[in-house]
């Protein structure tokens, strides 16, 4: 991976983040290039005031969100359940996860947003550190005997899940914010997601392109949620999240 001039920042869509780098991380694939804006952290051992600095090394310099692998849990292994606390506080989940489309329309993984309280739980006193949790989903082949055969059985991927961690600023963030709306003038690495801009604000899928020229933003946060298909079948007790 090339260094990358001043104004670079990462800003992956949730189908890259889930896509290209978690499956990439999960195969065992680019892992040199990946680490080096994803790195592999057991996160919820770490304050995530502590977590930028422990971020890839194009990214430490990120004020507004860091990314990291989260290797599955020793006891989570054993079938328990996920620690979320450590000594000054703990994640707490908010909401019901939610399911990551592909630009075509495919469920392709799940997010689960979590908020970071200090304290002991449950009076724990909110913070401004949020957390995204996101987990690839495998599709098992159909059944041919099925009467419902044109439903795929899907499992989500448990032992690594992709993490990104930001800080509520009140005003609208990278993450959120991304163009829509082919940029000219920026360099990517491939599979899409980092950017070098003019303006300060780049991103975009697609491969290294001498020229520059970065194609058509896809699967961008504001994309999935108004995505329609018909939701798969779900494992039962694939969506036990704490």
């Known amino acids: 991976m090339e260094e990358y001039p001043t104004g670079f920042r990462f800003y992956p869509t949730e189908e890259e983040l889930i896509s290209f780098y978690l499956h990439n991380q999960l195969h065992g694939l680019q892992q040199d290039k990946i680490h080096r804006v994803i790195p592999v952290l057991h996160i919820f051992d770490t304050e995530p005031w502590n977590l930028p600095q422990l971020a890839g090394e194009l990214c430490r310099e990120d004020r507004e969100q860091w990314f990291f692998f989260a290797p599955m849990q020793e006891r989570e292994a054993r079938g328990g359940r996920p620690s979320r606390s450590m000594t000054t506080g703990y994640w707490k989940a908010t909401g019901s996860p939610g399911y990551i489309y592909s630009s075509d329309n495919k ?31 495998e599709l098992s082949p159909t059944n041919p005997n099925s009467s419902s055969s044109n439903i795929s059985i899907t499992k989500l991927k448990r032992e690594l899940t992709l993490c990104r961690v930001y800080v509520v600023s009140g005003t609208s963030r990278a993450f959120d914010r991304r163009p829509l709306e082919a940029v000219v003038g920026e360099t990517t690495i491939q599979g899409g997601g980092c950017a070098a801009s003019r303006g300060g604000i780049g991103g975009g899928s697609g491969d290294i392109s001498s020229s520059g020229i970065v194609a058509a933003d896809v699967g961008s946060s504001n994309q999935w949620e108004t995505a329609s298909l018909e939701e798969p079948t779900w494992d039962c007790d694939q969506l036990d999240w704490l």
């Open 107 to 137: 469920v392709i993984g799940m997010k689960k947003s979590m908020v970071f309280y200090v304290g002991k739980a449950p009076k724990g006193r909110k913070t401004q550190w949020k957390l995204n949790e996101y987990r690839a989903i």
